[in-house]
C-alpha cells in the first residue's frame, strides 16, 4: 500500500500545481521553459512495469516538441532513481507524453516525476501489480463525472484512500454542448462551464474537453496517487455509441468514423493506458494478473462488437405487438455486445485464469449485467411528484411496458440477453469465482447473476456515479421505495442507491470479496460529508452474495 508521506506529497504536489493553471496553457506570468499543465498520472501496472503519464508545453509556444526525462524511485525524494529515460511530448500527439516505466519489482509502491529543461512536474505515486500468493488487493471503482454536474469530492476520497489501484469503468468525461446535461448551479455558481463550448466533434474538441477535466484538482489528485485502469464508455465519444453509430450522432454532424478516431486519438493522448502496436485505433479490451489472487479482465461492451440498441417505442410498432418484439428482436439470438472476436478472446483468457488457478476472474466493464427490470409503480405515488415533461413521458412509456416483465434499460446487457446468456455460459464452464463490475447508471447495484436455468452465474456491482445525477433526478421517490419497488420487480437485484453519488470500494481476498459504496453527500456544495453503504460481501466457491 502507499504510505502516509506519499499520499501527503502528491496532494501537496496537486493542490500547489492546479491553481495557475488555464484551460489548455498555462499562467501567463510564468515565463518557464516549459510548463507541467496538467498534473501527472500512471496507469496499466504489471508485475514490473508501469505507464508514466504527464503533458508538458514548451514555454515559446513555437516548438513542435519537448524533449524530457523521467525518473521512478523508491524514495520521496530521489535519492534511489531504479528505472530513468528520456522522452518527447510533440504537438502531434497534443504535447503529451507517455512511457512503459520498465525494471520494476512486483507488488511496490513508486514515486514518479518528469524534468524538462531544469522544470520538474508534479510528483506522483504509482504501484505494481504483485505476483504469487497475494493476501489482499484492494480497488476504488469509478465512473461518471460530469464536469458541469458538480464536483468530483468521490475522486478526493479516491485520492486518499488506502488503494492498490482505481478502476475507472467509463464516461470520464461528457460531449455535450454548454447548458446540456448540466446542473445550472454549477454550471452558473460553480463556474463548471465547459469548454469547447460546442458539442464534441473533433479532434481538438475532444483534446480541450479532456483538458478542462484535468483541471480539476480532485481528478488531478486520484490521478497523482494511484495507478489506473481505465476502459472507455459512450461519452468519451457520444451518447449510446455502437459499433456503426451512437444515438448522439445525427445527420449534418460529419462522418461518424472521422469522429470516433478523434475520440479515440483523444483519449489514448489523455489516459494512462498502455496503447498497442497497433496505435490508438486498436482494441482495448485486455486482461491483468493480480498474482495468483486474481485476474482482472477488461471488456469493450460499447463500441468494438455492439450491435445498435433497440428502441421499444419503434420495435414495437414495427413489430406489431410487445410479445413479437420480445421474441423476435430483443431475444435475436444473433445480437452481439461484444462481437464474435471479443467473446473468443474472453473465453481463452477466462480458461487461461482457471488454468493458472487465479481464485477469482474479476471483469471490468461498462453496463449492467444484472436483469433490471421496469417495476409497477402505483400512479397515485407518481402523481405527487414534480416532473419534468422528458421524465413523464419516460415513465409513463415505462409502465405501459412495465406489466410485460421487459428491462429497463435497453442499453445494458437486458438489450441484449442472447449475448448475455452465451457469456453466463462462458462463466460457468471456465471461470472459478466470477465478478462483474459496471459503471454507466450513476447508481449503485449489487445482483445476484443467474442464467435463464435459473443456475447462480456470479455476482455483480454497479458502482454509482462520480457526480452525474441518477434515477432521483427524474423519479424522485424515497430512495427505500424505489429500491422495493426495483427488488419487487428484479428477483436478482440485492440491493441498490439510487440517490447518491460516489464510488466502490472493493476488497479481494483469498476467502472473499467485499464490496461497500462510498458516498458524498453533495456535489454541489465545496463541503460535504461521507457515508458507506452496506458491506456486500461474497465468499469464494459460492458465486452469490451472502
Known amino acids: 500500500m502507499l504510505s502516509s508521506l506519499c499520499r501527503r506529497s502528491f496532494l501537496q504536489a496537486t493542490s500547489a500545481s492546479v491553481g495557475a493553471l488555464s484551460l489548455r496553457g498555462f499562467a501567463a506570468d510564468a515565463p518557464a521553459a516549459v510548463h507541467f499543465t496538467h498534473g501527472i498520472a500512471s496507469g496499466d501496472p504489471l508485475a514490473d512495469r508501469v505507464i508514466l503519464w504527464a503533458r508538458v508545453l514548451p514555454g515559446s509556444g513555437d516548438d513542435d516538441?519537448?524533449?524530457?526525462?523521467?525518473?521512478?524511485?523508491?524514495?520521496?525524494?530521489?535519492?534511489?532513481?531504479?528505472?530513468?529515460?528520456?522522452?518527447?511530448?510533440?504537438?502531434e500527439r497534443d504535447y503529451t507524453v507517455k512511457v512503459d516505466a520498465v525494471g520494476l519489482a512486483p507488488g511496490q509502491s513508486y514515486w514518479y516525476r518528469f524534468i524538462a529543461h531544469g522544470v520538474t512536474s508534479p510528483i506522483g505515486c504509482t504501484r505494481t501489480l504483485p505476483v504469487g500468493e497475494v493476501s489482499e488487493f484492494k480497488m476504488a471503482v469509478a465512473s461518471c463525472s460530469n464536469y458541469p454536474q458538480g464536483f468530483f469530492h468521490a475522486y478526493r476520497e479516491i485520492a486518499e484512500a488506502k488503494l492498490d489501484v482505481v478502476l475507472h469503468l467509463g464516461d470520464y468525461l461528457y460531449e455535450y454542448r454548454v447548458g446540456e446535461?448540466?446542473?445550472?448551479?454549477?454550471?452558473?455558481?460553480?463556474?463548471?462551464?465547459v469548454e469547447p463550448e460546442t458539442e464534441l466533434f473533433l479532434l481538438e474538441h475532444y483534446r480541450m474537453r479532456y483538458g478542462l477535466y484535468r483541471t480539476d484538482p480532485d481528478l488531478l489528485a486520484a490521478h497523482a496517487a494511484h495507478p489506473w485502469i481505465t476502459v472507455w464508455d459512450d461519452h468519451e465519444m457520444m451518447n449510446n455509441t455502437w459499433c456503426a453509430g451512437a444515438e448522439n450522432h445525427d445527420e449534418g454532424e460529419g462522418d461518424f468514423f472521422e469522429r470516433i478516431r478523434a475520440a479515440r486519438q483523444?483519449?489514448?493522448?489523455?489516459?494512462?493506458?498502455?496503447?498497442?502496436?497497433?496505435?490508438?485505433?486498436?482494441?482495448?479490451?485486455?486482461?491483468?494478473?493480480?498474482?495468483?489472487?486474481?485476474?482482472?479482465?477488461?471488456?469493450d461492451t460499447r463500441l468494438v462488437g455492439r450491435d445498435e440498441q433497440l428502441d421499444y417505442g419503434k420495435g414495437i410498432e414495427q413489430a406489431g405487438s410487445v410479445q413479437?418484439?420480445?421474441?423476435?428482436?430483443?431475444?435475436?439470438?444473433?445480437?452481439?455486445?461484444?462481437?464474435?472476436?471479443?467473446?473468443?478472446?474472453?473465453?481463452?483468457?477466462?480458461?487461461?485464469?482457471?488454468?493458472?488457478?487465479?481464485?477469482?476472474?474479476?471483469?471490468?466493464?461498462?453496463?449492467?449485467?444484472?436483469?433490471?427490470?421496469?417495476?409497477?409503480?402505483?400512479?397515485?405515488?407518481?402523481?405527487?411528484?414534480?416532473?419534468?415533461?422528458?421524465?413523464?413521458?419516460?415513465?409513463?412509456?415505462?409502465?405501459?411496458?412495465?406489466?410485460?416483465?421487459?428491462?429497463?434499460?435497453?442499453?445494458?446487457?437486458?438489450?441484449?440477453?442472447?449475448?448475455?446468456?452465451?457469456?453466463?455460459?462462458?462463466?460457468?464452464?471456465?471461470?472459478?469465482?466470477?465478478?462483474?463490475?459496471?459503471g454507466d447508471t450513476h447508481n449503485a447495484w449489487a445482483f445476484n447473476l443467474?442464467?435463464?436455468?435459473?443456475?447462480?452465474?456470479?455476482?455483480?456491482?454497479?458502482?454509482?456515479?462520480?457526480?452525474?445525477?441518477?434515477?432521483?433526478?427524474?423519479?424522485?421517490?424515497?430512495?427505500?421505495?424505489?429500491?422495493?419497488?426495483l427488488k419487487g420487480a428484479s428477483p436478482e437485484l440485492v440491493a441498490c442507491d439510487t440517490a447518491q453519488r460516489g464510488w466502490t470500494h472493493v476488497t479481494l481476498t483469498t476467502e472473499a470479496v467485499t464490496a461497500q459504496w462510498r458516498f458524498v453527500s453533495s456535489v454541489t456544495e465545496p463541503i460535504y460529508q461521507t457515508n458507506a453503504g452496506e458491506l456486500l460481501v461474497i465468499e469464494r466457491d459460492t458465486r452469490k452474495l451472502l
Open 65 to 91: 516538441a519537448v524533449s524530457c526525462k523521467w525518473q521512478v524511485a523508491i524514495d520521496a525524494f530521489f535519492e534511489t532513481v531504479i528505472s530513468s529515460g528520456e522522452a518527447m511530448a510533440c504537438s
Open 450 to 485: 443467474t442464467n435463464s436455468q435459473g443456475e447462480a452465474v456470479g455476482v455483480e456491482w454497479g458502482t454509482p456515479g462520480v457526480s452525474s445525477p441518477g434515477l432521483e433526478h427524474y423519479l424522485p421517490l424515497p430512495p427505500e421505495r424505489m429500491q422495493a419497488l
Open 324 to 438: 413479437a418484439f420480445s421474441k423476435n428482436a430483443l431475444h435475436n439470438p444473433r445480437r452481439q455486445m461484444l462481437g464474435e472476436k471479443q467473446e473468443a478472446w474472453l473465453q481463452s483468457a477466462l480458461q487461461s485464469s482457471k488454468n493458472r488457478g487465479a481464485t477469482w476472474q474479476v471483469l471490468g466493464q461498462q453496463v449492467l449485467m444484472g436483469k433490471l427490470n421496469i417495476p409497477v409503480i402505483p400512479p397515485e405515488e407518481v402523481a405527487k411528484l414534480e416532473l419534468s415533461e422528458y421524465a413523464r413521458s419516460r415513465f409513463e412509456q415505462a409502465q405501459q411496458l412495465a406489466p410485460y416483465g421487459l428491462p429497463s434499460n435497453l442499453d445494458a446487457w437486458d438489450g441484449y440477453p442472447a449475448a448475455r446468456d452465451r457469456l453466463f455460459a462462458m462463466l460457468i464452464a471456465h471461470a472459478n469465482n466470477p465478478i462483474s463490475l459496471a
Open 181 to 193: 446535461y448540466a446542473n445550472p448551479i454549477a454550471e452558473a455558481q460553480l463556474g463548471r462551464k
Open 266 to 299: 483523444a483519449y489514448h493522448e489523455w489516459m494512462p493506458i498502455r496503447t498497442g502496436a497497433e496505435g490508438d485505433q486498436g482494441l482495448i479490451y485486455r486482461a491483468f494478473q493480480i498474482g495468483g489472487l486474481a485476474d482482472l479482465i477488461m471488456l
